[in-house]
């Protein structure tokens, strides 16, 4: 097999230490002919993401009835509304309280299904985005993309667990986890080996001569999609720009920040922060510069705050009172992410669908509120390439069984990754 025959249905362009993958065109059989290589995967890649945010939810508004255009959906899902049709509202699932109950082990759990060690050994196991990464990672550029929006807590829990496993749901080993990217210029960078990118240079300035002749070649259609592409990519690196130019003018450096990139520290803006990752995200499934995304929202026993929500307190405080309207506008908060993601995924045609329709895109808390882990928070946005259906209040709450381990299984499977076992499960779950 040719080297490049698994990306050949993606244009690549290279110049001056950037490159910048477009996204699945129509004429891409037209270009292969060009450069010597097939093209002959017409098949939409299907791709996987979970998104986390830890202790709990508001519960009252987080609930779902009925299926198809009857489907009801709970306040917090409100953003969710215009892509129902293609959303399964999950109820019920649970992973064992040793894996997930309380607040120093769920993150690590979460995507696990193993109860993680306690004590100064670090043993936790490998988690379901990672195996991906394994099994399917040498088919993109980037095997995973690993991202977050809090910093990694250092020491031990009163528990006696390491607060690492707070800090983490991507493990590549059970002694592994893996580091998150917290920058998203830095994120950005990775995406598209823009290593020439520190000078503030666009990375389609980078490549605008290749992208003007790939332009002339493709059919009208196609030039719309690099159109809206192109635009895509250049409002995402004006935010940044414009992000760290806010947080250097409010640090007083006297550096001329217009032409550093990226900031030193993280930025301090955490809703325009988780904004621009979810685009990366987006960017990534797009030109399929990997198929695999992990981002932590926040960790557990989060010290995350949401000035920008009127709230001076930290997350985790704010969880201790789950029925209260400040940690309702905090879960709602999260859900508005999610939801931005997946609208974005859904506004991008691939095929004869969307990119969201061949993705199945997760969000998770691995408690329903706080210190109470009888069951998990659970969104599933996408049909990946058709594997199942959607726009479905699902409740597992009377189940038999409502193992989240057999929900992964299933996913596994139809992601092309099949196991005998996973967690706590040897069966893939029924009613998916």
Sequence with gaps: ????????????LKGLGASLALPWLESARLLAAESNVGANDDTPPRRFAFLFFGDGI???????????DAMELGPVFKPLEPVKSKLNVINGLQHPSSVVGGHA???????????????REIRAATSMDQIFAQRLGDRTALPSLVLACERPVSGFHESGYSMMYSSHVSWSSPVSPVPAEQYPSLAFDSLFESRGSRTQISVLDHVLSQLNDVSRKVSKSDRSKIDEYTTSVREVEQRMQKMQTTQREQADSGVDVRKLR??????????????????IVALAFQTDRTRIATLLLTNNLSGQIYPFLGLRDDHHSFSHSWNNPEFASITRFWVEQYAYLVRKLDSIQEGDGTVLDNCCIMLANEQWTAHNAPKVPLLMAGGLGGKWKTGRSLDFESARE?????????????MGVTLPNFGNATEQLAGI
């Design 1 to 12: 097999m040719h080297p490049n025959h698994r990306l050949s249905r993606r244009v690549v």
């Design 58 to 68: 508001h519960p009252p508004e987080w609930w779902s009835k009925g299926d198809g």
């Design 105 to 119: 082990r769920g993150a690590a759990g979460i995507l696990t299904g193993v109860q993680p060690q306690g004590g």
């Design 262 to 279: 990226p900031a030193d520290g993280l930025t301090g803006q955490l809703d325009e922060q988780s904004r621009l990752m979810c685009d």
């Design 402 to 414: 409502r193992s989240m381990s057999g929900l992964y299984l299933t996913i596994m499977d139809r």
